[in-house]
């Protein structure tokens, strides 16, 4: 076992859906690092983009315009690394691992950002689908990546988003396989939950969205799925990153794909009914 | 009755229910104004706002930050006057009424905007409660304001909204007496439609909001209760307005109160589940 490996154990440990999100992220910030699906349970989780200030109103427009992968759930003040989803926390150290862009290739992976910030940076925090798997469990859900101790499965797919400016790129979406008997649970559960991306875009044959093979997810880790189920494909807050490999702004920071910022906001709240 | 007054009887006449959008539109561009509640119906009617392009940014912060009162429904690039929401419409002439605002003053209520429209104006299309008084009426919840003929009420708040760089201002709603039986149905169906202000930001006594006389609202009609009725208040679209008048942009078109753009989108398409 690398240290990764070992590492994604360190967060997937069985006390990890008990922590605080305080405790969730004073661990990160350590410098411990994983996917966090099952971690804090019932608390919020958001994806990450930092732009500069010349490409914020453009990101924003092109969330406004993809509201189902890129559900905005705070937005900072150009420079800060703070939040209203999480006060007294700090952007730049409390994920567990981080993504550095220029022109839109990746050059670095670091479990925190410090050396890499600059004033200008406005950042986005995004809706996260680890956020419904509460709901999909209270509703007797199953969920394969979590029995299995991974990350969900992701993937790009053939569906363009709606461009903003100078950004554009393809959707990408979280897949869970769900038994047929469950889909209705999965499809209800997640739709009360606009701000996390809510409803799925696709269940079934993954072709329909340019999606060759589901065992070679673009990020993330494969899935065992259960003789009988049915592909659900979310639409998931990594597409701002596939926007940013695709429209190459000079510079970007984001969270790791399935690596989130855990917020002290509840999952409730942003439920609709 | 007045030139205007007879002008609300074209809108509020008994065929408007069954107008299409494009046939409201058309009217409205060939100078017929008054409030657009009843009008259409099932179709998503926007409130409007056009700020020159250097608040563009603020404005959708302000939006993103202020959901309940400013669900966006759409952004178009600067100087134009169309939007994906109604292709072929035309932002400058198809609203009843329009408000010119200089430096946060209001200067000029005209039925079109052809000799006001600027080059670098970005357009907001923000949602609007009369989108779910048709679920509202299908429920069985009576609205006292089509009974009556009149616009909606509407009150500025003693609730601040969340500030975005240069635009702050209080949340204005719009007030619907509903019976006390009816009102578990007003709650629900308008909480299923987030996109159009979603549920009620409170219900009861309108000192909590320092509303102090209801017979006398900031925008629209007053609009006589039943006996029993309950004021149930909703965020509301002219918010934005509402920062126009204490933010001071230089320049700014809105929608007079009440008197909506039409669009072709389904209202059903807004609805979570």
Redesign the interface.
């Known amino acids: 076992m690398n240290r990764t490996q070992l590492r994604h154990q360190d967060v997937l440990d069985e006390h990890a859906h008990s922590w605080s999100p305080d405790e969730a992220r004073t661990r990160f910030r350590s410098g411990v690092s994983g996917p966090t699906a099952g971690c804090a349970a019932g608390h919020t989780q958001a994806n990450l983009i930092s732009v500069p200030a010349d490409w914020?109103?453009e990101m924003?427009?092109f969330c406004?315009?993809n509201p189902k992968p890129c559900p905005?759930l705070d937005?900072t003040d150009a420079g800060s690394w703070t939040t209203v989803l999480a006060p007294g926390a700090d952007l730049r150290t409390d994920l567990p691992r981080y993504r550095v862009w220029e022109h839109g290739e990746l050059v670095e992976e670091p479990t925190d950002v410090l050396a890499h910030w600059r004033d200008d940076l406005v950042s986005f925090l995004i809706g996260c689908s680890f956020t419904f798997e509460w709901a999909l469990a209270e509703a007797g859900v199953p969920l394969r990546h979590l029995e299995q101790g991974r990350n969900v499965s992701m993937y790009v797919t053939n569906r363009q988003c709606r461009p903003a400016g100078r950004l554009h790129g393809p959707m990408v979406v979280s897949m869970r396989p769900v038994p047929p008997e469950h889909l209705a649970a999965a499809i209800?559960e997640s739709?009360?939950l606009?701000a996390v991306h809510?409803?799925p875009v696709h269940c079934g044959a993954p072709d329909v969205l340019g999606i060759e093979d589901l065992t070679r997810p673009d990020f993330g880790d494969p899935v065992d799925a259960g003789p009988d189920d049915i592909p659900v494909f979310w639409a998931c807050g990594v597409t701002p990153q596939a926007a940013v490999m695709a429209s190459r702004p000079p510079f970007a920071i984001t969270h790791a794909p399935g690596q989130m910022f855990i917020t002290d906001a509840r999952d409730e709240q942003y439920r609709?009914?």
């Open positions: 914020a109103y924003l427009l406004q315009r905005v937005v209800r739709s009360l606009p809510g409803s609709v009914a």
